[in-house]
């Protein structure tokens, strides 16, 4: 079994710190370079489509179901779910992530409805019928991934939605070349995963991939997949 102990730290040091000020940003509404526009317009669009498989697949509002926004930075998908009327557990392991999106969760006048803590995900208890783990996995390579799903996968009871990075020979150039994200703005390793992997990972936690889009622009490259447990 991989010991992702290391990566762990390192992703809570990066995401509590420069990473918190780097993707709060992306994630905000402040004036960005070009690269991180396009990586915004990415994970908007991703959001976006995610939401739109949930309202087809559940009766909003959605009250008293109950979601989990696993990784859930800034908390902006928390706010989504939050809106759909789930009760929502949003959970980081970076404080700041955390802290961000309580204070988004409050202002918006949901702190009744949503949890928000600091904790690694492969510690959290409980079931829920939605988890969300949005660019999350992308940081983890092939077994620390694997792990990491098949314990969200099984926190599930309904529907799992989660990003990867594809495996594509393109992409895997580009990052051999250091070119998928520019130097001055990396700080984290993109771990790209065979859709295959992906597939057996989920099949073996019970789950069935019942929609899969990818969503490519600019400098954000993720596929999207939503598994059902029914
Ligand atoms: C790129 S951000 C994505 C945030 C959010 N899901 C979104 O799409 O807006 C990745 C987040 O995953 C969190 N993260 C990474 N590994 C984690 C783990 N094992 N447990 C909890 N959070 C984790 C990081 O702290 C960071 O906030």
């Not at 409805?113 to 660019?135: K, P, W």
């Not at 694997?146 to 580009?174: K, Q």
Request: hydrophobic content about 45%; glycine content about 6%; proline content about 3%.
């Amino acid at each position: 079994m991989a010991d992702t102990a290391p990566l762990k730290d390192q992703l809570r040091s990066y995401f509590n710190g420069i990473g918190f000020e780097r993707w709060s940003a992306i994630y905000g509404d402040s004036e960005l370079s070009s690269v991180r526009r396009t990586i915004r317009a990415g994970h908007d669009a991703m959001l976006a489509q995610a939401e739109s498989w949930l309202r087809q697949r559940f009766a909003v509002p959605a009250t008293g179901t109950t979601a989990l926004d696993a990784g859930c930075g800034t908390g902006l998908f928390s706010l989504a779910l939050a809106r759909m009327g789930f009760t929502v557990a949003a959970v980081d392991i970076a404080p700041q992530m955390a802290a961000a999106a309580q204070a988004r969760l409050r202002q918006a006048g949901f702190a009744e409805q949503a949890t928000c803590s600091a904790a690694d995900l492969e510690t959290v208890d409980g079931q829920f019928s939605v988890v969300a783990c949005f660019d999350v996995l992308i940081h983890y390579p092939a077994e620390g991934f694997e792990s990491l799903c098949t314990h969200l996968a099984r926190r599930c009871d309904d529907t799992l939605l989660l990003t990867y990075a594809p495996y594509s020979p393109l992409l895997a150039t580009l990052h051999r070349i250091g070119g998928y994200f520019p130097k001055s703005q990396r700080r984290t390793e993109i771990q790209m995963i065979r859709d295959a992997q992906v597939h057996a990972t989920l099949r073996a936690a019970g789950m069935t991939i019942t929609r899969q889009a990818r969503i490519s622009k600019g400098f954000y490259h993720v596929a999207l997949v939503e598994a059902s447990r029914k």
